[in-house]
């Protein structure tokens, strides 16, 4: 509006005021909300390092009834026990995300 010409300077300079009040008024609202975004995004690292370690304790869970099941087809015994292994770390894995922080 500086660079125009206008007819009512005083009505000018009140909208200039209002506009730069304005951008103050979103510069601070900017800072508020980039902080909020800061803190949610560490929840969303928090969140995603737990999912982890679920699909992890899901996927080694499913590995060893697998590997159980096989017992059955081959009569052997290693892969009963090679079977409660991978169940045994899927656990772990499981009550793991306790400690996460």
Known sequence: MSVVTVADKDKAAAKLKGY?????????????????????EKKVEESEARGNRFDLAETLLEIGLVITSVTLLTKTRIYWFLGLAFAAGGILSAFSVLFLK
């Open 20 to 40: 730069a009040d304005h951008q103050t008024k979103w510069n601070s609202d900017f800072e508020k909300d980039q902080e909020n975004a800061k803190e949610f």
